[in-house]
């Protein structure tokens, strides 16, 4: 057993000896998420020793990789294979970890038409409570061996166990690729994007944001250069050819467009997951228009932190739910739940969850709620 692992290992089964938290660390790109972030309780483990491709088979469209692997050199490895992580994680900043990404379980602006991070989560290998190394699922799609247990470990946080190992499937870089414009408010937005939802075309990405009270949608294609071409001419739209439009994209996915910078000190962030057919949401007399992305299906929202119960509801009314995704400063070290979690049968399912994997409650406490 690698010496890294095995320190890792021991470490666990101390802290849950002495029922001692345990703070799950990578590149902490993402320590701003959850109450009172980036100071969660428990003692720093940090998995980036933890590093290194374990297999890489791109005929196969599968990459395996250590916890602690920095995802920029996972990606830049699949880049030369002419290959890619279709869910597009986002980077907030520079050192996020293939471990961190899992735990998260955040995708980028192709979520919608690709499929999240837990549908490319082959098999993991992880560190339960109890200090005991588990291993669920494989290299191979089907997979029928017990539970998805794999898949459940992408969005928990660490919450449930360290992740040591992940088996990831990939995809070719799709051979064409444009991007159109639309002039159009939130309300024609989403109708465009519902209609083009029922065509073939190969839809990728679309972001709908207001600018100086000028609504413009943006949709990405991506897929063979015959259907990418007929798109454009079907569609209509400003074709969009500067050489700045991936860029663009990647600061979408990774929060750095103009609209995210603009959000005020006082303001939280909040993200709305919302059927798709979803019509504008009536935003408490104040909140900015939000930004929309995945079809429809996430909505952005700046507000006062007053506002977030207002906001919970409104998601809830077309079938949808609400988190807190960044805490406002003045709201400070708050112990509100930022995890909608919809019912009480499905908070039932998670603290059954939470008790089968880390019976002590060691990992990652209140990174959650």
């Given at each position: 057993?690698?010496?890294?692992?095995?320190?890792?290992?021991?470490?666990?089964?101390?802290?849950?000896?002495?029922?001692?938290?345990?703070?799950?660390?990578?590149?902490?790109?993402?320590?701003?998420?959850?109450?009172?972030?980036?100071?969660?309780?428990?003692?720093?483990?940090?998995?980036?020793?933890?590093?290194?491709?374990?297999?890489?088979?791109?005929?196969?469209?599968?990459?395996?990789?250590?916890?602690?692997?920095?995802?920029?050199?996972?990606?830049?490895?699949?880049?030369?294979?002419?290959?890619?992580?279709?869910?597009?994680?986002?980077?907030?900043?520079?050192?996020?970890?293939?471990?961190?990404?899992?735990?998260?379980?955040?995708?980028?602006?192709?979520?919608?038409?690709?499929?999240?991070?837990?549908?490319?989560?082959?098999?993991?290998?992880?560190?339960?409570?109890?200090?005991?190394?588990?291993?669920?699922?494989?290299?191979?799609?089907?997979?029928?061996?017990?539970?998805?247990?794999?898949?459940?470990?992408?969005?928990?946080?660490?919450?449930?166990?360290?992740?040591?190992?992940?088996?990831?499937?990939?995809?070719?870089?799709?051979?064409?690729?444009?991007?159109?414009?639309?002039?159009?408010?939130?309300?024609?937005?989403?109708?465009?994007?519902?209609?083009?939802?029922?065509?073939?075309?190969?839809?990728?990405?679309?972001?709908?944001?207001?600018?100086?009270?000028?609504?413009?949608?943006?949709?990405?294609?991506?897929?063979?250069?015959?259907?990418?071409?007929?798109?454009?001419?079907?569609?209509?739209?400003?074709?969009?050819?500067?050489?700045?439009?991936?860029?663009?994209?990647?600061?979408?996915?990774?929060?750095?467009?103009?609209?995210?910078?603009?959000?005020?000190?006082?303001?939280?962030?909040?993200?709305?997951?919302?059927?798709?057919?979803?019509?504008?949401?009536?935003?408490?007399?104040?909140?900015?228009?939000?930004?929309?992305?995945?079809?429809?299906?996430?909505?952005?929202?700046?507000?006062?932190?007053?506002?977030?119960?207002?906001?919970?509801?409104?998601?809830?009314?077309?079938?949808?739910?609400?988190?807190?995704?960044?805490?406002?400063?003045?709201?400070?070290?708050?112990?509100?739940?930022?995890?909608?979690?919809?019912?009480?049968?499905?908070?039932?399912?998670h603290q059954r969850l939470k008790q089968a994997?880390?019976?002590?409650?060691?990992?990652?406490?209140?990174?959650?709620?």
């Open positions: 057993m690698d010496a890294a692992l095995r320190q890792i290992i021991d470490r666990v089964r101390d802290s849950a000896d002495r029922r001692s938290a345990v703070r799950i660390c990578g590149g902490g790109t993402k320590d701003f998420h959850g109450p009172g972030a980036p100071q969660h309780a428990g003692e720093p483990l940090d998995m980036r020793p933890l590093a290194g491709i374990v297999s890489y088979e791109p005929s196969e469209l599968v990459v395996t990789a250590l916890a602690g692997t920095p995802l920029a050199e996972l990606e830049a490895l699949l880049a030369r294979h002419g290959q890619s992580l279709p869910f597009e994680p986002p980077r907030f900043a520079e050192g996020g970890t293939v471990g961190g990404m899992v735990a998260a379980g955040l995708s980028g602006p192709a979520r919608a038409s690709v499929g999240a991070v837990r549908d490319y989560v082959l098999g993991v290998e992880i560190i339960n409570g109890r200090g005991e190394l588990l291993r669920f699922g494989g290299q191979v799609m089907k997979n029928v061996a017990g539970y998805d247990v794999s898949r459940l470990m992408a969005g928990a946080w660490g919450q449930l166990g360290v992740i040591t190992e992940v088996s990831l499937k990939v995809l070719p870089v799709p051979p064409a690729e444009a991007t159109l414009r639309f002039d159009c408010d939130q309300a024609e937005a989403l109708r465009r994007l519902n209609a083009w939802g029922g065509q073939p075309l190969p839809l990728n990405a679309s972001c709908w944001v207001e600018d100086a009270g000028r609504g413009q949608l943006y949709v990405r294609l991506r897929g063979a250069q015959a259907a990418v071409q007929a798109a454009c001419r079907s569609m209509g739209g400003e074709l969009q050819d500067a050489p700045t439009v991936p860029d663009d994209w990647q600061a979408c996915r990774d929060q750095r467009l103009p609209w995210f910078a603009a959000r005020a000190a006082d303001h939280a962030l909040w993200r709305l997951s919302v059927p798709q057919t979803a019509p504008v949401l009536a935003l408490p007399a104040g909140v900015a228009p939000p930004l929309v992305e995945w079809h429809g299906g996430l909505r952005w929202v700046q507000a006062l932190p007053q506002h977030g119960d207002a906001l919970q509801a409104l998601a809830a009314e077309v079938g949808g739910s609400a988190s807190l995704f960044i805490a406002a400063s003045a709201d400070g070290i708050s112990a509100r739940a930022i995890f909608d979690a919809n019912s009480a049968a499905l908070a039932a399912i994997f880390d019976p002590a409650g060691i990992f990652n406490p209140g990174r959650l709620v």
